[in-house]
């Protein structure tokens, strides 16, 4: 009886020994410590055997109960202890892995050129006036001396909504007339940034929705001198002190007289190149003397009053900056696009 049982107990040793995780020992524990176990069967079964035998029986069988179970204890802790290790390997950092980057958000490239616009006019003493982007027939021509059927008038396709003349506006120049009738009689210098809307074929060079900052300045002594040295002073903050400027005539209905102010090609300095079509000058605004007409429908007397006005483009003056060719990125939301910015 005492060799089954240290045999018993050498098989379980050696089964122990095979033992590699915690699992595993809690199975071992059912098979060689359980009640069912080959140990627990020949305890339980003291009664069958000779009086004598019992004692030496009993005690060798508690010995051994006892070293399986310091054995069993001892090889938890061990596995415990490689347990651990090996989930802190596991999940363990590699602090010299560079880190990952964040890709975090930025302006969208319109806005970057709109905020440089306004830090140059604000540095000039024009403050940022907002007017609507619904508008009447009214504000966005009749007003600025565009008469129902005038021809200038093709120029501009409009967006109409089911509301009989109220359009969305296709210039910001209706602004003039809200910021005029506000701040009438005062003199004024005032910018008017915001999005206008024209019907208009999608093409790469025109969009049916983009930017437009007007200028507007409106006082006792502004001659046309003023106009053409604050808009050349403005573009030697835009695009460098060296720049040279231009200006050409030209036709709106709301100014008198009207020109155009080219700058000199930055990409080539002047000598041609594909962005000037090989002219070496960038258009980029439209300007002219306030209209007596357009004065008077903001309630200045244009015997007291003169002005000057301009509008410009910031998408046309971010394509020319960046040679960006087609117009459509710009509302496009493709990141590829937008991250160059
Ligand atoms: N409103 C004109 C347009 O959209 C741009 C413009 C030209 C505005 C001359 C002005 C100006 O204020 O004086 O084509």
């Known amino acids: 009886m005492i060799e089954q049982l240290e045999q018993i107990e050498a098989n379980a040793m050696q089964a122990l020994a095979q033992v590699q995780s915690s699992a595993e020992l809690q199975t ?5 410590l359980g009640k069912k176990s080959p140990l627990m069967l020949v305890i339980g079964n003291m009664q069958s055997l000779a009086k004598e035998e019992r004692p030496l029986v009993g005690q060798a069988g508690n010995r051994i109960k006892n070293n399986l179970q310091t054995a069993a204890s001892a090889r938890a802790e061990s596995l ?27 302006l969208h490239v319109s806005n970057q050129v709109l905020r440089q616009i306004y830090a140059i006019w604000a540095e000039m003493g024009f403050q940022v006036y907002r007017s609507r982007d619904v508008e009447t027939d009214e504000y966005n021509f009749q007003l600025l001396n565009f008469p129902v059927g005038h021809p200038a008038r093709e120029m501009q396709d409009t967006f109409h909504t089911h509301i009989p003349d109220v ?23 005032v910018i008017l940034p915001g999005m206008c809307y024209r019907y208009e074929q999608i093409t790469t060079r025109s969009e049916v929705q983009f930017h437009q900052i007007e200028g507007l300045a409106v006082g006792r002594n502004i001659t046309f001198s003023d106009l053409k040295g604050t808009l050349t002073d403005f573009a030697r ?7 040279r400027t231009r200006f050409r005539t030209s036709y709106f209905p709301f100014t008198e007289p009207s020109a155009e102010m080219d700058v000199e090609c930055f990409l080539c300095s002047g000598k041609g190149c594909k962005v000037c079509k090989y002219a070496g000058w960038l258009e980029i605004l439209g300007c002219g003397m306030v209209h007596p007409v357009v ?14 006005a301009f509008g410009m483009g910031p998408e046309r003056i971010a394509m020319l900056k960046y040679a960006i060719e087609d117009i459509r990125y710009f509302w496009g939301n493709d990141l590829r696009f937008l991250k160059q910015f």
Request: hydrophobic share 35%; proline share 8%.
């Open 80 to 106: 415990a202890v490689a347990e651990l290790s090996a989930k802190l390997k596991a999940e363990s950092i590699d602090v010299t892995l560079p880190g990952r980057p964040h890709s975090g958000g930025r």
């Open 167 to 189: 359009i969305l506006r296709t210039h910001t120049s209706p602004g003039q007339i809200h910021a005029m009738r506000q701040f009438c009689p005062e003199p004024i210098r």
């Open 295 to 308: 004065l008077s429908n903001g309630g200045y007397d244009p015997q007291a009053f003169t002005g000057f």
């Open 237 to 243: 903050r835009m695009f460098g002190q060296g720049v």
């Open 28 to 32: 071992w524990q059912n098979a060689h």
